[in-house]
């Protein structure tokens, strides 16, 4: 059983940038990062894998947000710069302590989640 902490979101005004954490109580092999806007459905956003070493966006955030991977520390971290008010969701962090890496993931692809944490841009 693994637990995942998100932090590091919060308001931001249209250009800014925030830097998301996921604190991972053991081991993890494939996380990422998903969000869900208000009244619709949950999207991937990034992911990475078990060494950091394969990387990948949603179209939407390619250029402006970096995943990466402290595995001293158990953490994932997701740098977002350029913020736009259509990145304004709630932010997940997921993760899986085995089997390969998959981006796009199919339904059920990860295990484990947090509770997610709230990013706001104002325009």
């Known amino acids: 059983q693994v637990q995942l902490v998100e932090s590091g979101g919060g308001l931001v005004q249209a250009g800014g940038s925030l830097r998301l954490s996921c604190a991972a109580s053991?081991?993890?092999?494939?996380m990422g990062w998903f969000r869900q806007a208000s009244g619709k459905g949950r999207e991937i956003v990034a992911a990475l894998n078990w060494s950091g070493s394969k990387t990948d966006y949603v179209e939407s955030v390619k250029g402006r947000f970096i995943i990466s991977r402290d595995d001293a520390k158990n953490t994932m971290y997701l740098e977002m710069n350029s913020l736009k008010p259509e990145d304004t969701a709630v932010y997940y962090c997921?993760?899986?302590?085995?089997?390969?890496?998959?981006?796009?993931?199919?339904?059920?692809?990860?295990?484990?989640w947090g509770q997610g944490t709230q990013v706001t841009v104002s325009s």
């Open positions: 997921a993760a899986r302590v085995a089997g390969g890496y998959m981006f796009p993931p199919y339904q059920g692809y990860y295990t484990y």
């Open positions: 053991g081991r993890t092999t494939t």
